[in-house]
């Protein structure tokens, strides 16, 4: 049996795993017969004996057994290995499958399980921190930069800009002995280059907020020099950003290219705001290149004699005559076109640009003003001014306007004439009219030739109510300039309020020969021809007006109007419709509108108008009478019901809501009619009451009037007014109806049943002063 068993090799000792692919004969069935070991045991019981027990206690060792021959062996394998555990030559082997869990191969007899190492006791204390070394001292010294750079920044944030730029400075200076300190005890390449960027960027950063560019930009310089710092270039935006604030357009416009250069183009977003910047320094560029022109054009020589020339030095006869024989020969006139045309050059130049070369247009004009007073065109400095609170006007800053004026009152009469004339206009139209009177008389004195200080002065005349010498005024300035349309628009005003028509229609033809498109002109030709009851004109007058202003809501309604006193319905509802699309609050189109879909029985259509007026004037009982009744001709008769009712919470004592819930309770078969009939008579008796008060307050304060004119008591007689007064006030609790305290008799008729009229809405007027939302006297009466 021994033959069969293989004993490892001492030279395969490190080799725990070696053998397990041989084939072992112990397990070949077919030689146990011929095996006497086995067939001993099988005969004998010796394969049923017990193992005898471990002599080491506590361990997995190889156990010696007993064996038949009565000797001790230790247990092996059927490989012929010794088992795991098993003792040879005084080692013990190693337990293979658990190798890694403390066990090791010169493990020596009697060692205990230790697989967590505790039997070496507790681990050695960590190490002191030496805060004397010099890489703590670094540590320290960079904590500190970074907490300066964080207060700087928060200060900034605060708006406490110069107290971020000392923090700033100190984060710099203490940066740079870091880096001092890094030198020494370690290479180059151990500096911290991200710290170094930003205290420098935070530096410049703080430098531009507390303005001082220089400073700035020297600190960015060192950024984009320095090539260790790869985004360092981008940086040249802010520096292109400082340029652009000291206003070197130019060198702007480079570091904005220089700084798009850089950037990669999958940043779009970055790229777009550098071409934007760009965009912007041009437009900036233009503004110094306007105001180089400028002062080119005031620098041109004019090369015109001055006036001086054309006064005589004294009485010479023949001097006298040789002046006056020039002063109007064609060379002069030359020179006289020639300045006209340098003035106008000027002034138009001046206009055009200063509202965009300066951050407001008030600072252009000053600086297009002084401009001015420094070259041979002083007296153009004036109409500057002038021309500055115009556009001050333009812009309703009417405080401002005023102050610019008041300065040219103490000036010659053709800029005083001016100033007043605006002044008067000023006041005019903020309604003081006695102070638009009196500049408007300082106008005409300073210049009675002014057409503008004449309409002004017709203007104040007309709002107080004298038309016939505001007219001779209007005609005295179109007498001085005929082109003067202020003039000539007041002019026809005044005639259509003195009841000349035919003038007034000659005024307004004549503007419109030179104001083709002016809707107020048009507007009072169509209103005037209405006037003159001829609807066909006005209509062809009004379509022209739609032309021009198709979504002015007065002017089709004003058209529907005339469709309707005409006869045709359905050029009517177009014009009231549209007019109701752009202005659905007009409560006479509304009225219309329903009343339309009454006639053409769409009563359900007509709810919809009905209910926005209620909306509107949600005071007024009328309407809401009239959607219920929609809702009862249309033989909705619950919803009807319905809506009287909560017509009748909220107006309790109205006669014709109780009226026509006890109709419609009545017809329906229902308990509450009887409710409705105590309350109507109750409301009805009431209003009996009311009306009688009333009727005798009227007949004692007559009584009392004429005893009164008879020479009676007047102490009495008042008291007898106050009473008759509180008589006919209404009761407290009585609601307020569209129709007052004179209305409804008990023959009341509903407003939409078959004998009800449409609301007339084209038999009703309005006042002249209605015509047009935008007739006003002296609309842009300023100075040209």
């Known amino acids: 049996m021994m033959q069969n068993v293989h004993l490892a090799p001492e030279a395969d000792e490190d080799d725990l795993y070696s053998g397990y692919n041989d084939y072992n004969p112990t397990f070949d069935t077919e030689d146990l017969e011929n095996d006497v070991a086995f067939q001993q045991a099988a005969r004998t019981s010796h394969g049923r004996r017990p193992p005898v027990t471990a002599k080491i206690p506590g361990t997995s060792g190889s156990r010696p057994l007993a064996t ?43 060692s205990s399980f230790d697989p967590l190492g505790q039997a070496r006791g507790p681990a050695p204390p960590l190490e002191m921190k030496n805060s004397d070394s010099s890489e703590e001292k670094i540590r320290q010294l960079e904590k500190k930069v970074n907490e300066l750079v964080e207060e700087s920044c928060i200060a900034n944030s605060c708006g406490d800009l110069k107290l971020a730029l000392e923090k700033a400075k100190e984060a710099g200076r203490k940066e740079r002995v870091l880096v001092r300190q890094r ?56 520096m292109g950003n400082i340029y652009l604030k000291q206003r070197n357009y130019s060198k702007a416009i480079k570091f904005y290219r220089m700084a798009l250069d850089q950037i990669p183009s999958v940043h779009k977003e970055m790229r777009i705001k550098i071409m934007q910047n760009i965009g912007v320094a041009f437009i900036k560029t233009d503004s110094e290149q306007m105001k180089k022109a400028f002062q080119k054009l005031i620098a041109v020589p004019l090369e015109v004699d001055y006036d001086d020339k054309y006064i005589s030095p004294n009485d010479d006869p023949h001097t006298n005559l040789l002046i006056e024989a020039i002063k109007n020969d064609s060379l002069r006139q030359l020179e006289r076109e020639r300045k006209s045309m340098a003035e106008e050059y000027i002034m138009t130049a001046a206009k055009l640009i200063a509202p965009v070369i300066e951050t407001s247009f008030a600072v252009g004009y000053d600086w297009c003003v002084e401009v001015v007073k420094a070259s041979h065109y002083v007296e153009l400095a004036n109409d500057l001014e002038i021309n500055k609170a115009t556009t001050y006007l333009r812009q309703q800053d009417f405080n401002q306007a005023l102050e ?103 005024c307004f033809l004549k503007l419109h020969a030179i104001l083709r498109n002016s809707a107020q002109v048009l507007h009072q030709i169509a209103s005037i021809y209405e006037i003159m009851e001829d609807p066909n004109q006005a209509i062809e007058w009004l379509l022209q007006l739609i032309s021009v202003v198709p979504t002015d809501p007065h002017v089709l309604s004003k058209l529907g109007k005339l469709y309707d006193n005409e006869g045709d319905k359905s050029q009517a509802f177009h014009y009231y419709y549209e007019s109701y699309r752009y202005f659905p609050s007009n409560i006479e189109v509304i009225e219309w509108l329903g009343a339309y879909y009454i006639d053409t029985q769409f009563c359900e259509k007509a709810i919809e108008y009905f209910e926005r007026a209620a909306l509107i004037l949600p005071t007024q009982v009328k309407w809401q009478l009239m959607v219920a009744s929609c809702y009862r001709r249309s033989g909705n008769y619950q919803k009807a019901l319905e ?142």
């Open 68 to 110: 038949g021959f009565g000797s001790k062996a230790a247990l092996t394998s059927s490989m012929g290995r010794p088992m795991t555990g098993a003792i040879q030559d005084g080692v013990a082997r190693p337990m293979t499958a658990v190798h890694a869990a403390g066990y090791t191969k010169a493990a020596m007899r009697g």
């Open 183 to 238: 030198e020494q005890i370690a290479t180059p390449e151990n500096i911290n280059l991200d710290l170094t960027y930003s205290v420098l960027f935070n530096l410049a950063s703080q430098y531009a907020a507390n303005e001082m560019y220089a400073e700035a930009l020297n600190t960015y310089q060192v950024i984009v020099k320095n090539k260790m710092f790869t985004n360092g270039g981008r940086l040249k935006v802010n």
């Open 404 to 506: 610019t004026l008041k300065m040219f009152e103490k000036k010659d009469s053709r800029v005083k004439s001016a100033a007043a004339t605006n002044l008067s206009f000023l006041y005019y139209l903020e309604n003081e009219l006695a102070q638009a009177t009196n500049y408007a008389d300082l106008a005409v004195n300073s210049d009675r030739y002014n057409p503008a200080a004449l309409t002004n002065k017709g203007n104040t005349i007309f709002a107080n109510g004298d038309y016939e010498k505001a007219a001779e005024f209007y005609k005295e300035a179109l007498r001085n300039d005929s082109s003067c349309t202020e003039a000539l628009y007041n002019l026809g005003l005044t005639y259509k309020k003195l009841n000349r028509i035919d003038e007034a229609l000659d």
């Open 643 to 784: 809506k009287y009712k909560v017509i009748h919470r909220k107006f309790p004592e109205n006669v014709e809501c109780l009226r026509f819930l006890v109709r419609l309770c009545t017809d329906m078969g229902l308990k509450e009619v009887q409710e409705y009939v105590t309350k109507l008579k109750k409301v009805e008796k009431l209003k009996e009451i009311r009306e009688q008060r009333i009727k005798s307050g009227r007949d004692g304060s007559a009584r009392s009037r004429r005893e009164g004119s008879a020479g009676g008591d007047s102490g009495g007689t008042k008291g007898e007014r106050l009473s008759a007064k509180l008589k006919a006030l209404p009761g407290t609790s009585e609601p307020y109806e569209s129709s007052g305290s004179k209305e409804i008799d008990a023959s009341y008729i509903d407003p939409l049943g078959p004998q009800a009229e449409r609301p007339k809405t084209a038999a009703r007027k309005r006042n002249e002063e209605d015509d047009f939302a935008d007739e006003e006297l002296g609309e842009d009466l300023l100075p040209e």
